[in-house]
């Protein structure tokens, strides 16, 4: 069973950035598709990033578009979430995520948690207004 890595977050005041990585337990992985969530106490895990490698598409909630960028590592094999211009109401729990397989290009049905099946155990990112 494929079991992932979440590592890279933090503290960081309102205008900054952060760098989430993901790292698979496989080291050969190829993340063909992956994704990024996140979630607040008392709130659904919501879809924040996708990258499909296969068709060469990427997905983001338009909460982060324009500020957040998904991609993949080559060099550490790793999946990537670069943060930018963060704001107080990104603060949230951070995971990544892999699918047993996806049946559809659609940006609705890529955010939801429900078409993912691998999860990392999260990393939490706390901004400050």
């Known amino acids: 069973q494929l079991q992932l890595v979440e590592s890279g977050g933090g503290s960081v005041q309102a205008g900054g950035s952060l760098r989430l990585s993901c790292a698979a337990s496989?080291?050969?992985?190829?993340?063909?598709?992956a994704a990024w969530f996140r979630q607040v106490p008392g709130k659904e895990r919501e879809g924040v990033a996708v990258l499909y490698q296969d068709f060469g598409r990427t997905y983001y909630n338009d909460d982060v578009k324009g500020r957040f960028t998904i991609s993949q590592d080559h060099t550490n094999n790793t999946l990537v979430l670069q943060m930018d211009s963060l704001k107080a109401e990104d603060t949230a729990m951070y995971y990544c995520?892999?699918?047993?397989?996806?049946?559809?290009?659609?940006?609705?049905?890529?955010?939801?948690?429900?078409?993912?099946?691998?999860w990392g155990q999260g990393t939490q990112v706390t901004v400050s207004s």
């Open positions: 995520a892999t699918p047993t397989y996806l049946m559809k290009l659609d940006a609705d049905y890529l955010l939801n948690r429900n078409s993912w099946r691998y």
């Open positions: 496989k080291s050969t992985y190829k993340w063909p598709s």
